[in-house]
């Protein structure tokens, strides 16, 4: 049974580029999350998705966005790269009445 | 503003003793509690919850926690630990009136266990 899984494993991208980070859900699960997880810090939730829609946002201003595809894989984009998106962004995957199964993680480098 | 504390960011202890990581949230209404681990290079996992029922609650590797809700405090404990049990700890809260899932996450505690 495939868990959650995220692409690329690592990433750095200059200051002002843009990124996107993959994720496919466990198997069965409609719903992905997104988290940024800063060194230190615990996640923070940046949205989720469900039905292809943005069903929910954290406080992260409008260079994040999202898209969820009709086989529920997920991707979060950044625009306008700054070097506190540095960090590790994790995927969670749900489906009603189940936990949140975490991914690997994509982690992310600004320079 | 919600949110979750963690009292301590890095515990060290030697094999075989007590462990007790500290967590309170700020709300007022019902929550679901939860406290994950992160092993060394892997998943964030599920270690117990609390939804209702017994304050006391049993989860995976001998963890179990305690929910006092008129502390507003969900505390880990294990009474004898292991190095396997070194990671990180992360107390996270779900708001019953979000049934969306959004999960708010302590800082984390980094626990390491010393032969």
Redesign the interface.
């Known amino acids: 049974d495939a868990g959650v899984t995220q692409s690329p494993t690592h990433l750095i991208k200059t200051r002002g580029q843009q990124v996107t980070l993959r994720c496919s859900p466990k198997s069965g699960h409609d719903t992905v999350s997104w988290y940024q997880q800063a060194l230190g810090q615990g996640p923070q939730f940046i949205f989720q998705y469900y039905e292809e829609e943005e069903r929910q946002r954290g406080n992260f201003p409008d260079r994040f966005s999202g898209h969820q595809f009709p086989n529920y894989s997920s991707e979060l984009n950044v625009n306008a790269l700054l070097l506190g998106d540095s960090a590790l962004y994790l995927c969670a995957s749900t489906a009603w009445g189940d936990e949140q199964y975490f991914g690997p993680g994509t982690r992310l480098t600004v320079t | 503003a919600q949110s979750?504390s963690?009292h301590n960011?890095h515990v060290i202890l030697s094999e075989a003793a007590s462990l007790e990581l500290g967590c309170n949230y700020s709300y007022g209404g019902t929550v679901n509690l939860f406290w994950?681990v992160q092993y060394p290079g892997?998943?964030?996992?599920?270690l117990l919850?609390y939804f209702s029922g017994d304050p006391l609650v049993k989860g995976i590797k001998g963890f179990e926690a305690e929910f006092i809700k008129s502390k507003f405090s969900f505390n880990l404990r294990k009474p004898s630990v292991q190095w396997s049990d070194t990671a990180e700890y992360?107390c996270?809260v779900l708001l019953t009136t979000?049934s969306?899932?959004?999960?708010?996450?302590?800082?984390?505690t980094q626990v390491v266990v010393t032969p």
């Open positions: 979750v963690q960011h994950y892997q998943h964030l996992q599920l919850k992360f996270a979000d969306w899932g959004k999960l708010q996450f302590g800082a984390g």
